[in-house]
């Protein structure tokens, strides 16, 4: 019989390179293909430009049709509020944040697939907010993404969201505005299937994070304007992604306030090379430090699914559970084969499900930040015994590593052959001298670049001849890696330096949808991109 805890009781929370699959749906070639330059024009109810005439808008009757084939299940209403809060970290660290509520990460939000979930995000703060919910394939006017699909929710308004829930799966959401989802603002959003065939006694929801906020003064927003001073220490001029976020009173930026959280000498070769831009002064499991790690309480032999999601701003995390075996059944919500593994590696926004058998004593759930030297630290408790160090990394982490390349989509939603109709080429562009960061040499725009027709098969060519890895998402699709027969089926997926990345998804949910870089830095600096749908 499975049993459903609690957030509290299971530490707290829940949980976008490939993860497994960062080495996977990266090839390290050349970097291959040019631009694909549709239209550079906009116009959707969001706020897109007048270029966007012949685009399905995001409340377009389109839109409505597509959302009416995926059916109107039970109302789940949910009432969000996102505050200024003090959140406690552990081990008598308390930083003044954003939160969902007073919790970190914000309350978990379980929901059945066929469901409507009806949510009303309150908004609290100093500034205007959005909600984006990460990795569904929902109707285009709620995927929430300011200036594009909705207006940005003022402070002191509501937003009500209200959309089908087709999918199963591990799910998270946060903001789409400016750079508010490194700070507290992100939780878990699981799916259930109705039909689930998985067998498991417990369920553990594990959100992996990197944490700046509030300490020594810092802020994301002092973060991100340290940034782009670049590596020449010249003010980059110009704001590439979201226009700049009004900040409150006490919210203003100032790179001078606190030390520099530039980071240096990184390096990773999972990344192929720098692992981040950010020196976080703290990682986090379900909102702990690991000087006082959260807690997981099963029996000997209990079967645990777990349920994982890199909700970091700049980290990719390397997890390992110490003296265990784990075997992935979904990467980003979807089914794939079973496939054991000792360690995974998730970019920023990927998720993995994993299977353990536990067994009887006291288990580190190590993650890694990856060329970063930290780690956040999570406990399973079977038995007695004393807490692991901070400092332990279980050897499995030096085991195998399971790459995306290796994993098959579940035979239920592999995507079916078929040629592309459409090819779409992206180069990635920008660096960190200039923090200049986009696609094709430009920087964001909530024009419609690349468009695509309903009914077709599109193939995504991206390729990164800069010295950064990244891990891209597609809004309201899930994807087939394409460079591997029977690839897994993801929404995101890194692309390493000097790699190319191929990706195929079935056009079947009309609007504007973004794609963009899931480091929250490279994407308000410009690394995003719009997606549009023809009439």
């Known amino acids: 019989m499975r049993t459903h805890i609690s957030r509290r009781s299971l530490m707290g929370a829940s949980l976008a390179v490939a993860g497994t699959g960062v080495l996977a749906a990266c090839s390290k070639e050349g970097s291959g293909g040019g631009s694909h330059s549709g239209h550079s024009g906009g116009g959707g109810q969001g706020g897109a430009g007048k270029d966007a005439q012949g685009f399905v808008t995001p409340d377009g009757p389109e839109v409505k049709a597509a959302e009416a084939k995926r059916g109107s299940g039970p109302e789940r209403k949910v009432k969000l509020t996102a505050i200024a809060t003090p959140l406690d970290l552990g081990g008598g660290r308390t930083v003044r944040s954003w939160a969902y509520g007073d919790q970190l990460p914000g309350q978990e939000v379980r929901v059945t697939a066929g469901d409507t979930l009806a949510l009303t995000l309150a908004n609290n703060l100093p500034q205007a907010t959005s909600l984006h919910w990460h990795g569904l394939a929902l109707r285009n006017d709620m995927d929430g993404v300011p200036g594009l699909t909705q207006q940005p929710i003022k402070p002191g308004a509501s937003f009500d969201y209200r959309f089908s829930v087709a999918h199963p799966g591990t799910y998270w959401f946060h903001p789409h ?154 990467t980003d919500g979807f089914p794939v084969q079973h496939a054991p593994t000792d360690a995974l590696l998730l970019g920023m926004g990927e998720r993995y499900d994993v299977l353990v058998t536990a067994k009887s004593g006291v288990f580190p759930f190590t993650a890694v930040a990856e060329g970063k030297k930290a780690a956040a630290l999570a406990v399973l408790r079977t038995g007695s015994g004393a807490v692991p160090s901070a400092a332990v990394r279980p050897k499995e982490l030096e085991r195998r590593l399971l790459t995306a390349d290796k994993l098959r989509a579940h035979a239920s939603v592999a995507l079916p052959d078929r040629k592309p109709d459409r090819t779409v080429k992206i180069k990635l562009s920008g660096g960190m001298a200039k923090y200049d960061w986009g696609f094709d040499g430009r920087a964001y725009s909530p024009n419609p670049s690349h468009e695509v027709r309903s009914g077709e098969r599109v193939r995504l060519v991206f390729s990164n001849p800069t010295e950064m890895w990244h891990p891209l998402h597609l809004h309201g699709h899930t994807f087939g890696l394409a460079n591997v027969a029977g690839g897994p089926r993801k929404d995101t997926a890194v692309i390493l330096p000097n790699g190319t990345l191929s990706v195929d998804f079935d056009a079947d949910n009309p609007g504007l949808w973004m794609i963009h870089c899931h480091n929250v830095y490279h994407a308000e600096a410009g690394m995003m991109t719009v997606l549009g749908y023809r009439k």
């Open 177 to 330: 505005s400016g750079v508010q989802q490194d700070r507290g603002l992100y939780a878990p959003l699981i799916v259930e299937d109705p039909k689930e065939p998985l067998k498991y006694d417990k369920e553990w929801v594990i959100v992996l994070d990197d944490w700046v906020d509030g300490v020594d003064g810092s802020t994301p927003d002092a973060v991100l304007t340290e940034l782009r001073k670049g590596m020449t220490g010249g003010g980059h001029e110009g704001h590439g992604g979201m226009a700049p976020m009004s900040l409150g009173a006490d919210e203003t930026p100032d790179p001078k306030k606190g030390p520099s959280r530039m980071m240096m000498g990184a390096k990773s070769d999972l990344l192929g090379g720098d692992a981040g831009d950010v020196a976080y002064p703290h990682y986090l499991i379900n909102g702990r430090t690991p000087e006082a790690p959260t807690s997981f309480a099963a029996r000997p032999g209990d079967r645990i699914r777990l349920r994982i999601i890199n909700a970091g701003g700049d980290t990719a995390f390397r997890v390992a559970l110490g003296g265990h075996e784990m075997t992935v059944t979904h």
